[in-house]
């Protein structure tokens, strides 16, 4: 599994860089110790470790990009890439995850200006963790930083977020919701979803798990659950993204169940800013033929990174 990331991500790197470049897997160790990455956490954000890749969504219907999704990457000096599952949790002990979230919304701003240079008019997601729900003074720097700036912003914010102190949580996401973010209710399904909580969020979209989406056309249940949440979020005025698309037949499938975005690996896996522009572009000029039939003639395997 490491070993095709890094081999993807050596490929993406020779290509930025017109040359070939080596990769030296000896010297990453798969596990990472917690303290050690909270004592660098602070100075990686700062020294430019970590990154953003995007994924993005499709709009089913208009068949556009509509949006994407930032995901944060540690390149480590030593340990090689990490993902966020590894660095999240130590990131919100350490109180370094304001710094990182706001270190994103800054990056996700200044790649939009870039895309829009590009002719591309798309809302960012950037995903909030709970603790930055009941944090005040996180609210007032996101607040600063998106006023009048002109950006299109999305939150992606889990059910477990809102629980820890709900009607916190539900306030703050009003003030975000009145200052334009788009909230989306991200990993819908996984967590200990409760209807009185999704009733409440001013969310505009909801997305559905991907343990729900990956096995939709080989699984009895699956597919009954995924159209029961579609028809959900619709009665409660919400758009609907499927996460975890990987087949042209789930993707069929989705399309009839009404399920407005998509987004996974059959479309594009999360890839970096350049490598997003190029989509972007590719996209745009594809053949009339593939907008109107198949649009991802790509099997799932030539994305998959893990
Ligand atoms: O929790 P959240 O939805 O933010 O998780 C996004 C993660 O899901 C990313 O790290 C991404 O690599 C992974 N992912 C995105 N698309 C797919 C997909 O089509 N299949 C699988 N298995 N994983 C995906
Ligand atoms: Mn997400």
Not at 207 to 230: C, E
Request: glycine share 4%.
């Amino acid at each position: 599994m490491r070993l095709i990331e890094e081999a993807e991500g050596a490929l993406e790197d020779a290509r930025s860089a017109h040359q070939p470049v080596v990769r030296d897997l000896s010297v990453c160790t798969p596990t990472f110790d917690r303290q050690t990455l909270t004592r660098e956490m602070p100075a990686a954000i700062v020294n430019g470790e970590m990154f953003l890749q995007y994924q993005p969504k499709v709009h089913v219907r208009e068949q556009q990009i509509s949006s994407a999704e930032a995901l944060v990457r540690w390149q480590h000096p030593k340990r090689g890439l990490i993902l966020p599952g590894d660095f999240i949790t130590v990131a919100e002990q350490a109180q370094q995850i304001a710094a990182l979230t706001l270190w994103t919304l800054d990056e996700v701003i200044r790649d939009q200006k870039i895309l829009a240079t590009d002719g591309h008019d798309l809302t960012i997601f950037i995903n909030i963790s709970g603790q930055l729900l009941s944090d005040k003074d996180f609210v007032e720097a996101t607040c600063a930083k998106i006023h009048n700036c002109g950006a299109k912003i999305g939150f992606e914010i889990t059910e477990t977020a809102v629980i820890r102190d709900p009607e916190c949580a539900i306030a703050n996401l009003q003030i975000f919701a009145d200052r334009g973010i788009v909230i989306a209710s991200d990993d819908y399904g996984a967590g200990l979803s409760s209807l009185a909580y999704l009733k409440q969020l001013p969310a505009r979209e909801l997305k559905i798990d991907k343990m729900f989406v990956l096995q939709l056309t080989s699984s009895n249940r699956d597919p009954l659950i995924v159209r029961s949440t579609i028809d959900l979020a619709h009665a409660l005025d919400m758009e609907v993204t499927a996460e975890g698309v990987e087949t042209q037949a789930a993707m069929a499938l989705l399309s009839v169940m009404g399920c407005d975005m998509v987004q996974g690996y059959l479309i594009s896996r999360p890839i970096s800013i350049d490598a997003f522009r190029r989509f972007l572009h590719e996209y745009r000029a594809r053949p009339a033929e593939d907008a109107r039939q198949s649009m991802f003639k790509r099997p799932a395997t030539f994305w998959k990174s893990a």
